[in-house]
């Protein structure tokens, strides 16, 4: 699987909450095998910023750009290349994995079809592939929307403290798929107050005060 | 990647949302039981004659659907708000107006549609005449689903707060007022063997301009809630 050459910038974002500034006058640029590591403490504004990148929230000033154009000028094309896991995981309680993921990719994409198995077995998510999401622990249901990202043939990734809940061995397994999407010539946004060990592509740090 | 077809997506949801409706049929059934009892306290508070009940019937049956509708729309967006599925379908490829439509379809089809089925059963015991009965079922078949795409936009908007019931019902309750009027009058000009059709198609222009412009206003207003 190849990734075409694709551009996301930043340009002059800036963001209040009340009368706090959350970031100013922001501005990045991201190619084909680069992530942005987003870091910073509590309350520091990562996942508004990120929230932001994914087009869910408006800067106040500035904007942020897919292949030079606006995304809020070009929504589908920016939702098609990208995919977004932020804090909610996006699973329907009455519904099992699979179901969700299913569901999922019938809005999204026609042929994920085979890769939704390949998903659910690289995140070991066999055994509780038929127990409604409701039942299952927090590590798993994290699991489930990190399959949902596995699925997405997006070439940006853009998760939200994605070793939220997980064990050590989630944490190595998300590792080492945002290493093999990089390499593969993807992007990825982390938000993170972790230490991450990405191999593959190169870091591009983002500190938030 | 190729995205599927608009259809598609709308079907894959409504097939998704009838079935986790049908999942938690005691959230279904609320709403019905509440039309049921409201309907069903007029007669005790004011008085069992059959005058009286057969004047007041029509007004009250679309009252108690009327505020069955709004009770019924807290389960709307709710669900998919608190649990980010709401979040996904905002940043898919699918234009989310349309989403919205097919979930206020879905939404009708398991709270209204049940209750135009009940409202002749309701009718009956207000004594309204046999042949009232095709015009209130036609008129209510009319009035619901605007009703439930007006509240939507209402649903919509308050998506965003932790209690929104009793906004919603302020939002949406004025705006509703026209298809009240029009529904509870197509009934009363049948019971005196009168021609309905002036009300019936002002309820159909009413349901064709929400149908229109609902789910834009929506759309919107889930953008705003989400942000």
Redesign the interface.
């Known amino acids: 699987m190849s990734i075409s050459e694709a551009s996301l910038q930043g340009r002059g974002l800036s963001l209040w909450r009340g009368d706090r500034c959350l970031f100013q006058n922001l501005g990045f640029e991201l190619t084909n095998s680069q992530w942005l590591h987003v870091s910073g403490g509590n309350g520091s504004g990562k996942t508004t910023l990120l929230r932001v990148l994914?087009?869910?929230?408006?800067p106040e000033s500035g904007d942020v750009y897919w292949d030079d154009r606006r995304i809020s000028r070009s929504r589908?094309d920016y939702?098609?290349s990208?995919?977004?896991m932020?804090?909610?995981?996006?699973?329907?309680?009455?519904?099992n994995p699979e179901e969700n993921l299913r569901?999922?990719y019938?809005?999204?994409?026609?042929?994920a079809g085979e890769r939704i198995e390949i998903a659910i077995e690289r995140l070991g998510l066999e055994r509780c592939r038929s127990l409604p999401c409701r039942s299952l622990s927090a590590g798993q249901r994290r699991r489930a929307a990190l399959a949902r990202v596995l699925v997405s043939?997006a070439t940006l990734w853009i998760l939200d403290e994605p070793f939220a809940n997980l064990d050590v061995k989630g944490r190595e397994l998300v590792e080492e798929l945002v290493s093999e999407h990089l390499e593969q010539g993807g992007m990825a946004i982390l938000a993170a107050h972790h230490e991450m060990h990405i191999n593959g592509g190169t870091r591009v740090p983002l500190e938030l005060s | 990647m190729q995205t599927p077809g608009m259809l598609d997506a709308g079907w894959a949801l409504l097939v998704r949302d009838i079935k986790l409706g049908y999942r938690r049929i005691g959230e279904l059934a609320n709403p019905l039981v509440f039309f049921l009892v409201v309907a069903t306290l007029f007669p005790l508070a004011t008085s069992p004659e059959r005058e009286l009940l057969m004047e007041i019937g029509p007004g009250i049956v679309w009252v108690a659907a009327l505020l069955s509708s709004v009770l019924a729309l807290d389960t709307l967006y709710r669900s998919d708000m608190d649990d980010g599925t709401m979040e996904q379908m905002a940043l898919s490829p699918q234009p989310l107006a349309w989403l919205l439509l097919v979930k206020t379809v879905a939404h009708w089809l398991v709270s209204g549609l049940p209750l135009v089925i009940l409202a002749p059963l309701v009718a009956q015991a207000f004594f309204l005449p046999a042949e009232a009965g095709p015009t209130m079922v036609a008129s209510l078949a009319l009035g619901t689903p605007t009703l439930s795409l007006i509240g939507s936009i209402g649903a919509a908007l308050t998506a965003g707060l932790r209690r929104g019931g009793a906004l919603v019902a302020m939002l949406v309750l004025p705006l509703s007022m026209p298809i009240l009027i029009f529904g509870a009058r197509a009934t009363d000009l049948a019971m005196d063997g009168l021609d309905v059709t002036g009300p019936l198609n002002l309820l159909a222009a009413i349901m064709f301009l929400a149908l229109s412009l609902g789910p834009i206003a929506a759309a919107a207003a889930i953008r705003v809630s989400l942000d």
């Open positions: 994914a087009g869910l929230t408006m589908f939702h098609r990208m995919i977004y932020g804090h909610l995981e996006g699973l329907k309680g009455d519904m569901f999922h019938q809005l999204r994409d026609k042929k043939s």
